[in-house]
């Protein structure tokens, strides 16, 4: 009987696994192959991922409020302006901070 | 794959799940994550005290969050170790508790006083950050992942951290004083954070061979000197008289070595120092303590009535 296989592509080489769409496919095997023709071919490709539709679960902005329903600024490096040089790993997470931050509350 | 394969092969994220690795390489790759690991829940047990003692409500709920943190980042390491294959989480954590696990030479030390906690939030914390931060480039990709994620959320640990020695030392001062007795003691403990010089390594070579080090112990605690002992006196904290530390011609700073106390160092690496089997028998009274929960979330029982139930957030 076919069935849904979510699929999930990474790049390249120690990237992440990304979803990128799904296929209809009887088994593992097929899908796998599916994955590779459909999702593979084209955008840059290393491995791929297939995972049965129904063993995905999923929670959304309806189910709960991510992020908190109250005002958590003090776990963000912004809270704390120390006007003094940062050690470079330090500047990192904080530039990666504020690109998250930014994005949350475009979102 | 052949040892001489991975070491050809070894560079940032080489290796996942997928491949056939050398069990000597697995091993490595487990010693290493299960010490990481094992660190970020003592840490986590070290200063989870301060939630309570912070003389503040923000301090309060910024300790609250980076406890928190530092147990996430515990489980996600325990994870990247357990994909190897050589042990469970379960059998991690069981060997924490029963004082066979390995963890960070800091975290062996009690802290009492408030004082205290830049040591470990600002200092400690900030030679951990440095050395996570190489570790994104590590071999083994599920340890280089959790990486980008305990980086993403240490900033705040260390800015938190930084905070706090900021406002004590522009406090009374009773409360300068007593930072600086707290960084005098802190001190010696917070150098050997990165162990032994290269030579007297034990792990060192192959785990640089195979990718899964990216620095020595020597660059990277070079890198935290040159950043942390400049902020030190900045905020006014004065270097004890040893270890003797002094400043190169090019501005690099140096430690003299064979002033630090290296027995007591393998003391503590070994889970042999008292006051260290202290904080570990403490976790593990701790583990043992909540045992109900961990039954009660593998039981088949559910909820009969009532709301659904919901995690923190």
């Avoid at chain 1, 189910?63 to 109250?70: E, K, L, P």
């Avoid at chain 2, 489980?75 to 004082?99: H, P, W």
């Avoid at chain 2, 990165?194 to 390594?201: I, L, N, Q, V, Y």
């Avoid at chain 2, 061979?209 to 660059?219: A, P, R, S, W």
């Amino acid at each position: 009987m076919t069935q849904i296989w979510e699929v999930f592509r990474q790049e390249e080489k120690g990237g992440y696994h990304t979803h990128c769409g799904n296929v209809h496919a009887p088994d593992r095997e097929m899908a796998k192959q599916f994955a590779a023709v459909q999702h593979g071919r084209r955008k840059p490709t290393n491995s791929i991922w297939v995972v049965p539709k129904d063993e995905v679960g999923e929670i959304d902005g309806d189910d709960v409020s991510f992020g908190g329903t109250t005002d958590k600024g003090y776990r963000w490096t912004t809270a704390y302006n120390l006007q003094t040089r940062q050690a470079e790993e330090v500047e990192e997470s904080d530039a990666e901070q504020q690109d998250a931050e930014q994005r949350r509350g475009e979102a | 794959m052949d040892i001489e394969t991975v070491k050809e092969r070894a560079g940032p994220r080489e290796f996942n799940p997928a491949d056939d690795l050398p069990e000597e390489y697995r091993k490595a790759a487990t010693r290493m994550i299960e010490f990481h690991a094992n660190s970020e829940i003592m840490g986590a047990y070290l200063e989870r005290p301060f939630i309570r003692q912070a003389p503040s409500i923000d301090r309060k709920l910024a300790f609250s969050a980076k406890v928190q943190d530092e147990i996430g980042h515990g489980q996600l390491l325990y994870r990247a170790a357990e994909t190897l294959g050589i042990k469970t989480r379960e059998e991690m954590l069981d060997d924490l508790a029963n004082g066979d696990g390995k963890f960070l030479n800091c975290f062996h030390y009690p802290m009492d006083s408030w004082e205290e906690t830049p040591m470990i939030a600002f200092f400690v914390d900030g030679a951990a950050m440095r050395r996570q931060a190489t570790l994104r480039r590590t071999s083994w990709e599920p340890y280089a992942h959790a990486m980008d994620k305990v980086c993403f959320e240490e900033g705040f640990h260390v800015k938190h951290g930084e905070d706090i020695l900021a406002t004590l030392m522009s406090g009374s001062r009773a409360e300068q004083r007593r930072t600086q007795e707290a960084f005098e003691e802190w001190w010696p403990r917070i150098i050997q954070f990165f162990g032994p010089t290269d030579d007297k390594s034990t792990h060192h070579d192959f785990a640089a061979d195979v990718g899964l080090k990216q620095m020595t112990n020597d660059e990277l605690r070079q890198a935290f000197l040159d950043m942390y002992v400049p902020k030190a006196r900045n905020y006014g904290l004065e270097l004890p008289d040893y270890p003797r530390v002094h400043q190169n011609d090019d501005g690099r700073w140096v430690v003299e070595e064979d002033d630090l106390d290296w027995d007591e160092f393998f003391t503590v690496a070994r889970n042999n120092y008292e006051p260290g089997i202290g904080q570990i028998d403490g976790r593990a009274r701790a583990q043992e303590a909540v045992e109900w929960v961990r039954d009660a979330i593998e039981s088949d029982a559910t909820p009969q009535s009532g709301k659904a139930p919901q995690a923190a957030d």
